[in-house]
């Protein structure tokens, strides 16, 4: 068992993710699927869900079936895509869980067609097209053929075409002459798809970015991931939902020129106070922020001294009072000082996206959901629970 009291904890504001949720939808005249691949952007698919599809939310998208059959597991039933697997899956348990299934080859056709006739129910399929990233899409020369056969297939009755995708590989970049492209290519597939006799219900090409920047790629359905949690631009008016603290763990008074950490990269120029965190790269916080990164002790900035540990950090917390079980905030929304997941990201040169995923793989964070903001860190909150039991 951990000792619960020595973990971190990821707190999750569901009041952020369901105003970020009406916020984007109010960006659009189109329908809004919200993406929970990846747990949710490591902030807890199902949790995640029940807020989104409260909020306006009525399709949901995810990578793999696993994730899809999850939710479904979870009682979600709101219309659920997946658009990641292998083209010899059997689909059969996809199709009997209503799972829409994303289509970007013949192979995936014919395994979704041969998943239906097991579960002796239509297969949902929306078909894929790359039109530009060369990532997971149906190339544009197979797209025809694809339509063709799809088409064969419905009228055969294994599966329903319910959606025609695509994902533009640069709307982050508004200006970016790829976006033209791929929503000129969108529209090209689109008029193939017609006139194979297919006339799906839904065509969605747009993530957060090309939401917040380019209404001519909304069609009738957005598929947003990041904006959910807070990653966007912050002219956006989003807001991130997740805060990470760490306790406490030890504390240590040392005089001047005391080298902390791993091969003695950063040295004390004063005698301070250093502060043990129960955290490390190997829960998600990026080693390459060494040096860089900062947290927030009693509302205050604190620098992270030295090296980052596997399971440890050491924070240099001044002339601080600071005592064992204290929670110190790693990050957060910003509103109390504390860096945001995109400070992080800026130090460690990526994006939020891949440090809050990180941090929701930890198995040692504990993550908490909350349906009230999240309040600022109270001193010595585990303090007393700590002398309490030793
Ligand atoms: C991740 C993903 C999304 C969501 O993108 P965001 O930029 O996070 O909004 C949408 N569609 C596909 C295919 C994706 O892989």
Not at 77 to 91: G, H, M, V
Not at 94 to 104: G, H, M
Not at 201 to 218: E, K, V, W
Not at 245 to 256: F, L, M, Q
Request: glycine letters at 8%; one cysteine or more; a positive charge.
């Amino acid at each position: 068992m951990n000792d619960e009291r020595l973990q971190p904890q990821l707190r999750i504001d569901h009041t952020a993710i369901a105003a970020n949720t009406r916020l984007l939808h109010s960006r659009t005249k189109a329908a809004l699927m919200a993406v929970v691949k990846a747990d949710a952007f490591g902030h807890g698919a199902v949790e995640t869900a029940r807020t989104v599809v409260a909020h306006g939310a009525t399709q949901l998208g995810v990578t793999t079936l696993a994730e899809a059959l999850e939710l479904r597991g979870s009682g979600v039933r709101a219309p659920i895509l997946s658009w990641l697997n292998a083209p010899d899956t059997d689909f059969s348990p996809a199709v009997d869980a209503r799972v829409d299934l994303a289509v970007p080859s013949t192979e995936h056709l014919r395994a979704a067609s041969a998943g239906a006739r097991k579960a002796a129910r239509t297969a949902r399929i929306h078909l894929h097209m790359d039109v530009g990233m060369a990532r997971d899409g149906a190339a544009p020369h197979q797209w025809p053929d694809l339509c063709t056969r799809a088409a064969a297939l419905e009228a055969a009755g294994t599966v329903k075409v319910t959606g025609l995708m695509g994902h533009l590989g640069c709307a982050d970049r508004p200006e970016d002459p790829h976006n033209r492209a791929g929503r000129d290519a969108f529209a090209q597939a689109g008029r193939v798809a017609r006139q194979a006799g297919l006339r799906p219900a839904h065509h969605h090409l747009a993530a957060t970015s090309a939401l917040l920047n380019d209404p001519s790629s909304h069609h009738d359905l957005v598929r947003v991931g990041a904006g959910l949690y807070g990653i966007a631009p912050a002219s956006a008016g989003l807001r991130f939902a997740a805060t990470l603290t760490a306790p406490v763990v030890s504390v240590r008074d040392v005089p001047a020129n005391t080298a902390v950490g791993y091969a003695h990269t950063w040295t004390t120029h004063r005698p301070t106070r250093l502060a043990l965190l129960p955290i490390g790269y190997a829960d998600g916080l990026p080693r390459a922020t060494s040096h860089q990164a900062h947290v927030l002790v009693r509302g205050r900035p604190r620098t992270v001294a030295g090296m980052f540990s596997m399971d440890q950090i050491v924070i240099d917390v001044g002339d601080d009072p600071i005592a064992p079980g204290e929670p110190v905030t790693i990050l957060g929304p910003g509103d109390h000082g504390e860096p945001t997941p995109a400070d992080w990201a800026g130090w460690a040169q990526t994006i939020p996206h891949e440090l809050l995923t990180a941090l929701g793989t930890s198995r040692r964070i504990i993550r908490r959901h909350l349906t009230h903001p999240v309040p600022p860190a109270p001193a010595r909150l585990l303090c007393t629970s700590l002398e309490n039991t030793t």
